[in-house]
């Protein structure tokens, strides 16, 4: 049994106006952490939420509630640039960013760092409809995000923005190369030693409890389903403290094909949880937003109407002690190949000499 104590997080929110200097909102919540164990918040995990607004210490510019732990949120260089919170009571996700929390051991008052916090990545924006190679890249990216390695390969993807950007180009030529759409989930995981399962569609509740069960293991999963139109409007909203900024209420939910306006979507799953109210909630990547989105588990009720198709990553064994050679995959052309010395003709157009790093 694990060892159990209390954390106190604190947030404060700049505000956000240029004009004028102002104390700072404030947030704090009271979490129970396990001593032991990867994270000390999990993602999913309940705590109580105290926002206050600037200048308030109580009254009426305090509000408190109940709320989840949506996890600390890593940026595309692995950065860690703050952490996400639900209010289910008020229907709403908090962003803040890292300068503005602290994270404090209720027990012995150590600052507890944010990389406490599970991760869950920021996304990016996908360029037109190119969803499922983006889910891929988001997944092997949580994999990463996690401490999970396969056979070394994904450090050397994730190393750098050219690395990271040829290997989102490899998964989309991988899955778009062809009208097949067929097997990339598994190509991709083969190719850096982690492993794919399928998620068994018979029946909504067999899917939901495989899910629940991934979810309990850490394994990012990938959800392919058919949307209609127009798109459906969540029941919370997601308010962006670092910048004052409610998102749009829009998302792909799985919906029967309607006609010539439909088409299909996949995103990553992350986490199942239940909320304080009672609501169970999946935590979803979706690569049309950055931030994080939730679906209540009763959308896998589409599973036979929106040809819900799913997939869990994971990864057997240990990491590997060393890592693998990075690709040879050069995009200049070599020198002793220009003078003749190689196998490749030489181009038709002018060598350009490189700059200095």
Known sequence: ??????????????????????SPS???????AAVGKAYALELGQHLDLEIRSPGSQTGPGVKTSRAVCLGR??????????????DATAMRIHYFPAEAIEIISQADESVI????????????NQEGGTCAAYAIYNGTRQLFAQGFLGNGMIANHMADEVSRGRYLVRVAMDYYGDDSHLGTESNIAKELGFEVSSLSVNSPIVLAELIRESSSRGWPMLIRFDVGKPMSETPYTVFDHANQ???TRRLWLPRPPHG???????IMVLKTFVDPTGQEWMLVVDSNWQAPRLWKIQELNSVS??????????QKGPNPGELPPPPNTPFLWDKDDLAGSGSQSKPG????????L
């Not at 404030?26 to 129970?32: K, L, N, P, Y």
């Not at 109407?305 to 994971?314: C, F, K, V």
């Open 26 to 32: 404030s947030c704090r919540a009271v979490v129970q």
């Open 305 to 314: 109407s929106a040809n819900i198709r799913g997939w869990t990553l994971w």
């Open 113 to 124: 760092p944010l990389t406490k916090l599970a991760p869950v990545i920021r996304s990016v």
């Open 349 to 356: 157009f002018p060598l350009v000499e490189p700059p200095e």
């Open 260 to 266: 010539n306006s439909s088409g299909g979507h996949q």
């Open 1 to 22: 049994m694990f060892k159990r104590f209390s954390l106190i997080l604190i947030c404060f929110v700049i505000s956000a106006s240029t004009h004028a200097q102002s």
């Open 73 to 86: 949120c890593v940026s595309l260089d692995h950065r860690d640039v703050g952490a996400f919170f639900f």
């Open 245 to 247: 900024v409610e998102s």
